[in-house]
Nanobody, 122 residues
Framework: VQLQASGGGWVQAGGSLRLSCAAS????????MGWFRQAPGKEREFVAA????????NYADSVKGRFTISRDNAKNTAYLQMNSLKPEDTAVYYC????????????????WGQGTLVTVSS
């Protein structure tokens, strides 16, 4: 499975971005998808995850109410809608596919994209 993340860029605080994660090679429909991020000098952290069906989602407390994860299994793509962005959201964002139908822990994701940079200015 290859995952291609896109949609990152520069935005002012309060703005919005939509990240996409296009999968190729194998379908994502049976597996959880997740977004993680890593800011400069910090460890990678969980942002959001969605189960195989799209019915169950989980978010880090820091993004609840601002970010929305979704998926379109027919397009083999996952998304992360980010609203009300803050400077502390600045990071490289990675999408990942789990080997399980539901997952939030990074250790349960075995396929990772290359990352897309999000920069939020104050």
């Amino acid at each position: 499975v290859q995952l291609q993340a896109s949609g990152g860029g520069w935005v002012q605080a309060g703005g919005s971005l939509r990240l996409s994660c296009a999968a190729s090679g194998r379908p994502i429909s049976r597996y959880a998808m997740g977004w993680f991020r890593q800011a400069p000098g910090k460890e990678r952290e969980f942002v959001a995850a969605i189960d195989w069906s799209g019915e169950t989602t989980n978010y880090a407390d820091s993004v609840k109410g601002r970010f929305t994860i979704s998926r379109d299994n027919a397009k083999n793509t996952a998304y992360l809608q980010m609203n009300s962005l803050k400077p502390e959201d600045t990071a490289v964002y990675y999408c990942a596919r789990s080997f399980r139908a539901e997952a939030t822990s990074a250790g349960l994701f075995n396929y990772w994209g290359q990352g897309t940079l999000v920069t939020v200015s104050s």
